[in-house]
């Protein structure tokens, strides 16, 4: 068994700059990162920070392992193993009243997809586990495959990931018998579309199975409606999404408290990378950054 270290990934956080920049960062601040993943945008955080201090939370175990051994050489940090969605209930145990800057990079890490047990990747044979807490009672992907009926199967397809063929891979799926894996999954794929398309389709599927499986969407309205409340005046909301259901959640709260002078936004359209940044790291190509700042 190989011990999980940040020496063994080479983890490069999407939009670095632009998160930075957007954060409004102050040396006496208090900010969240509210996905650590592998702590690539925390690690820089922090070195804006003097005598501030930074929430990094994450429902990943193996992955906080891994941030907090990049982390650990500053002090003024804390580490949550909880989702974001939570932030209220976290801060009020740690008797804060409010935070001067939030993100949420809601991106797979690269350690994740890279690992070929938990089922992340179409590239890997494993299990379809796909929860990013492999301690919690969450339904797995397989298990998410086996309760739905054909018509819940083919709407997880169509709504969270998009694809139009949703009801022939789903109807597929669920004529299979014994363990449905990674491979089982790949191979219905392969059937249905042409080879040219099989790379977009695998990542719809697999997206949508992981987004079920954490229940990501639920997580993401619910930090949504109540994160303006830990905000103070003048602190910024920082949220880079990867595919459009994401992007169209955070869209359209931040257009309402905008309406509802709570925020600005800091862009009327979302950023995106830079071609550098994208032929750098293939994984931002998709990413859309949105940024609010509470009026108050």
Do not use: W
């Amino acid at each position: 068994m190989v011990i999980a270290s940040s020496a063994n990934y080479r983890h490069i956080p999407v939009m670095l700059m632009e998160t930075l920049e957007n954060l409004n960062i102050k040396n006496n601040g208090i900010y969240v990162d509210g996905t650590l993943g592998l702590g690539g945008h925390s690690e820089q955080i922090l070195k804006k920070i003097d005598s501030g201090l930074l929430l990094g939370i994450d429902r990943d175990k193996d992955a906080i392992g891994i941030a907090e051994e990049r982390l650990l050489k500053n002090k003024n940090f804390k580490i949550i193993h909880n989702s974001y969605k939570n932030l209220k209930i976290i801060l009020n145990e740690l008797k804060i009243d409010a935070v001067d800057g939030i993100l949420l990079d809601l991106g797979l890490s690269s350690f994740q997809l890279e690992n070929n047990e938990r089922g992340f990747s179409h590239k890997y044979k494993s299990s379809l586990d796909m929860r990013f807490d492999i301690s919690s009672k969450d339904y797995t992907a397989e298990e998410i495959i086996n309760k739905n009926k054909l018509k819940d199967l083919t709407h997880v397809f169509k709504e969270f990931g998009e694809e139009k063929h949703a009801y022939k891979i789903a109807k597929l799926i669920k004529e299979l018998r014994g363990e449905i894996d990674v491979l089982s999954i790949t191979s219905i794929i392969d059937k249905v579309t042409p080879y040219k398309f099989r790379l977009k389709t695998y990542s719809r599927i697999f997206q949508a199975l992981r987004i079920a499986a954490n229940n990501e969407l639920d997580h993401l309205k619910n930090f949504l409606s109540s994160f303006i409340d830990v905000l103070n005046p003048g602190g910024r909301i920082v949220v880079i999404s990867y595919h459009s259901v994401e992007d169209r959640i955070v869209k359209h709260k931040f257009k309402d408290l905008k309406q509802n002078d709570m925020i600005k936004l800091i862009y009327k359209k979302p950023l995106i990378p830079s071609e550098i940044e994208i032929n750098q790291n293939k994984r931002a190509r998709s990413a859309k950054m949105r940024v609010g700042e509470k009026i108050g």
